[in-house]
């Protein structure tokens, strides 16, 4: 597992668009890059996110946890197992145990906006 991976540029593809990001460094984000690559099915939730569950593996959420997010927003949601992108602020906070940041989009975020749809959405970290 990395020391750090504050500010690891990853690259993710959605729909065959590439979205850029950056990680945030907390235990759980340097677990989740140890997952890397890797492609999760998601599908639009709540009209403000994508969402995909069932990681290879649970991550063992060490991190601070929130139930306010913003949109740009790569977070682990421990109950499931899964990620979402917050694409739009819309709506209540998450319920709680909360969510766990992992990273920030930085380009491409409306590649998200799955509205009526799902896309294979492949993480890595940028070369």
């Known amino acids: 597992m ?3 991976v504050d500010g690891v540029a990853l690259r993710l593809t959605v729909n065959g668009t590439a979205v850029e990001a950056s990680m945030v460094d907390n235990a759980t984000a340097r677990e989740f890059c140890t997952l890397l690559p890797l492609t999760i099915r998601m599908s639009d939730m709540l009209g403000r996110e994508a969402y995909g569950s069932g990681l290879p593996a649970v991550l063992t959420a060490e991190a601070p946890r929130r139930t306010d997010y913003k949109a740009g927003e790569l977070v682990y949601w421990p109950p499931t197992n899964g990620i979402a992108v917050y694409y739009k602020v819309a709506g209540s906070p998450v319920p709680e145990p909360g969510l766990i940041p992992l990273g920030r989009i930085t380009r ?3 590649a998200f906006q799955l509205t009526g749809g799902a ?8 070369e």
Do not use: F
Request: hydrophobic fraction near 45%; aromatic fraction near 0%; charged fraction near 30%.
């Open 119 to 126: 896309a294979d959405v492949t993480i890595d970290v940028a």
């Open 2 to 4: 990395p020391e750090n």
């Open 108 to 110: 491409g975020l409306e």
